[in-house]
């Protein structure tokens, strides 16, 4: 019997061959449902499927481009044969890969941890503050190795925010290299080549800096408009330049210095298209955050949220049905209401097309 590791090889392999063809053969002509599916990323109960599980079916159906695990989908005496079993089962239900993801910090934001048999993994803080490179790509490739052995090919990590202990999601709790952006564009290179070298795509986050915020966007509204500055680009715009940035997640947060009318980052085309795209010249895929955290979900709502995301420019929407309190929202109600959007003309035809040429240039990447 082969082993859960050397099945997992194979399935690699063979990924890469299908999204070989897949990359082929796509064309706009491709089916509106499929092109909307690959902007779908949500968030799934468990730690194991089967063909009668709902997520199962939106991934078999297309319905669904990424799943977003969290610690509850760790199976906790078995975490990483059952990991590789549930990242291969969907993995084989896809028509197009799936980018399997997590976020994998290290430090508080830990998923995968020693009690469940994975190896220790520090914060940023923590590995910027020893100053040493070489420990710094040591741990940055333990945790990408981790990741991709057990089919995670996404980490929503490194963090790009700069470090300030005012900040109660970010500093307080040591998630960022440093006050710094010279000393975080250069920490979070190291963890994307690590990450790269074990076929993981990296996401930077939290554009257009988080930092400096003083409340949390989980609950609510996060204002810094009075704290931010511009140098909070600058690891973004270093990492660009190099080719280093596989993806970048939008910021929940209002900064009228860049979107007078408040609107948050992630809904703000001046923002994300404007400041992003056309000021520091990425033309690559862009995550938003949960969709479901208060900052959005109390203030936007469902429908009126998805459309001002797609609306601004990113090309996945992230629902991860893990936010005490909230609305759960299933991959086929998000799906059709993107769709009800485009047949309307709310949402043009266009900006589908572009988000799924990203998508499909992101995977064809692995």
């Known amino acids: 019997m082969h082993s859960p590791l050397i099945s997992l090889r194979r399935m690699k392999r063979l990924t890469l061959i299908v999204l070989a063809i897949c990359i082929a053969s796509v064309s706009y002509a491709d089916s509106l449902d499929i092109k909307i599916g690959q902007m779908i990323m949500i968030g799934m109960k468990g730690t194991s499927v089967t063909s009668n599980s709902s997520i199962y079916k939106y991934v078999a159906q297309g319905k669904v481009g990424g799943v977003l695990l969290y610690e509850y989908n760790v199976h906790k005496s078995q975490a990483k044969s059952k990991m590789i079993a549930l990242t291969e089962r969907l993995q084989g239900a896809a028509q197009i890969p799936l980018l399997i993801s997590i976020d994998q910090e290290g430090g508080k934001v830990n998923r995968l941890k020693t009690r469940y048999g994975f190896p220790a993994m520090p914060s940023a803080y923590d590995v910027a503050q020893r100053g040493d490179i070489s420990y710094a790509r040591t741990i940055a490739t333990r945790i990408a190795s981790t990741c991709g052995s057990i089919g995670i090919n996404v980490n929503y990590a490194p963090v790009m925010d700069l470090h300030n202990p005012s900040c109660p999601v970010l500093g307080k709790i040591e998630r960022c290299f440093s006050s710094n952006p010279n000393t975080v564009a250069k920490y979070g290179e190291v963890y994307v080549d690590a990450h790269r070298e074990n076929n993981v795509l990296t996401v930077l986050k939290h554009f257009p800096g988080h930092g400096n915020s003083r409340s949390d966007s989980h609950k609510g509204i996060a204002d810094v408009s009075r704290y931010w500055k511009t140098n909070e680009l600058l690891p973004y715009q270093k990492l660009i330049e190099k080719n280093k940035v596989d993806a970048i997640m939008t910021a929940h947060i209002i900064n009228t210095q860049l979107e007078p009318s408040k609107l948050p980052a992630t809904l703000s085309k001046k923002i994300i298209t404007g400041t992003l795209r056309n000021e520091l010249g990425y ?58 959007m485009v047949l309307s003309g709310s949402i043009p035809m266009k900006r589908i097309n572009e988000s799924y040429e990203r998508v499909l240039k992101l995977k064809e990447g692995l």
Not at 293 to 316: H, R, T
């Open 283 to 340: 033309q690559g895929v862009i995550i938003t955050d949960d969709m479901q955290m208060g900052a959005i979900a109390k203030y936007y709502g469902f429908k009126e949220s998805i459309k001002k995301a797609i609306l601004a420019g990113v090309d996945i929407l992230m629902f991860s049905n893990n936010i005490p309190g909230a609305n759960q929202y299933s991959a086929s109600n998000v799906h059709s209401t993107i769709k009800k």
